[in-house]
C-alpha cells in the first residue's frame, strides 16, 4: 500500500510539475529538478525493494533512513543553488538600478543644456539619442 501511495505522489507531482511549466508559472530550468524528484518518488514507489537493497549494500540499515538523508543533502544543494542565484540577480539588480540613474542624470543634463536632440514643440520630454532610435521614422 505504501508503494502505491508513494508512486501516486510521484505521478501526480511529475503532471502538477508539466502544468505548472506548460502554463508558464514555473521556469523549465527550475522545473526540470522538481521533475526529477517526482521521478524519484515514482521511481522508490513502483521499487521500493531496490532502494532497500541499495541501503543495505552501503551499509545502512533501514532504506527510509537513506532516503531521508539523501533528500535532505538534495534540499541542502537546493537552497544553496537558489542562494547563488538570489545573490546573483541581487547584484545585477543593483548595477541596473545605478545605471539608470546614470543615464537619467545624463538625460536631465542634456534637458537642461537646451540642445538635446530629437526635441520638437510637440513632444517637449522627448529625447532621441540617435536618430535610428526614434520609432515615429
Known sequence: MTSLVSGFIGFAAAITIFVLIRRDHLHVRLGLWWVLVALAFLFLGVFPTLFDALARMLGIASGPVLALTIGLSLLMLKVLTQDIARSNNEARIIRLVQRIAMLEADL???????????????????????????PDN
Open 108 to 134: 536631465e543634463r542634456v534637458r537642461a543644456s537646451g540642445n538635446a536632440p530629437g526635441r520638437d514643440s510637440e513632444t517637449s520630454n522627448k529625447v532621441s539619442i540617435h536618430p535610428d532610435d526614434d
